[in-house]
């Protein structure tokens, strides 16, 4: 691969899309966030985790990446990415999705797929695609959900997967 610097209108940073497969076959994106403004080529230096809108491909939202993030920077960091545009967004989550479909021809357990990208000088990086599974826990919030994602999504006991 050759040497890609960040995309000049982002700066370095990274993003997470995960894509999961649903009860009716299809693969559709569940989580999609964007860490920003990292103080080195490490995302985990970032300051700032932003949530994204495919259709509209831009930053909708943000919170501190943790828990030392000061909240008297929030007017000045909202008006720099809320409402930015991240072009190729819905192209990129395109592909990941079928990509997604693929992927589970040879690994069928693999039910819900984090992939790491970033929008770079030269176009789009995929780094990797991680099992995701594990992650979901944040996404729900209720005993009934919890169990709704086990039965469906993570049953170890699936024959098929």
Known sequence: MDLVDPDPSIGRHGIDIRTILC??????VYSTN??????DYFQWSASLNCTLDIAK????????????????YWKQIEEKWIGRKIE????LVETLCKC????LKVVPRYTAVGWD?????????IFEGNLSRERLDTMYFSFAQAFDFVYNFSWP???NR
């Open 23 to 28: 009860p009716d076959g299809s693969i559709q």
């Open 34 to 39: 964007m860490l920003v403004d990292c103080e």
């Open 57 to 72: 491909e831009e930053c909708v939202g943000f919170t501190g990446y943790d828990g030392n993030f000061s909240k008297k």
């Open 88 to 91: 190729g967004l819905s192209e």
């Open 100 to 103: 997604h479909k693929e992927f």
């Open 117 to 125: 990208c970033m929008k770079t000088d030269q176009g789009w990086v």
């Open 157 to 159: 006991f699936d024959t």
